[in-house]
């Protein structure tokens, strides 16, 4: 079984960043594709950013240029560097795990991962 522990994440001010980290346990957990998501009160959760343990990675245009998706040598944390900041990144980001095989169109829903940490709330104020 996975299991996911995001950290990171706080307040800031609009154009400030935040590094939010996702420590990833269990059984080849090296294998499987990391994605992040955020969610804010009365809003669907939205995709940001996913990376293939190869190194591959796609984000969303909302954060494209501002957020990176990456990882560490031992592929079992992986990182969403935010930076410039806008009120609107403001929410509850999650990271989830999918397993192989599986396709980018698959890594950019939430339905395409199977297990979810309980997340980090991050909120950026103008």
Avoid at 7 to 12: A, H, K, R
Avoid at 30 to 53: D, H, L, M, N, T
């Amino acid at each position: 079984e996975v299991h996911l522990v995001e950290s990171g994440g706080g307040s800031v001010q609009a154009g400030g960043s935040l590094r939010l980290s996702c420590r990833a346990s269990g059984p080849y957990i090296q294998r499987y594709y990391v994605g992040w998501f955020r969610q804010s009160p009365g809003k669907e959760r939205e995709w940001v950013a996913s990376i293939a343990g190869g190194g591959a990675s796609e984000v969303a245009d909302s954060v494209q240029g501002r957020f990176t998706i990456s990882q560490d040598d031992t592929k079992t944390t992986r990182y969403l560097e935010m930076t410039q900041l806008i009120p609107e990144d403001t929410g509850m980001y999650y990271c989830a795990a999918a397993r192989q095989p599986t396709s980018w169109p698959n890594l950019m829903r939430a339905e395409g991962f199977s297990a979810w940490g309980q997340g980090t709330q991050v909120t950026v104020s103008s």
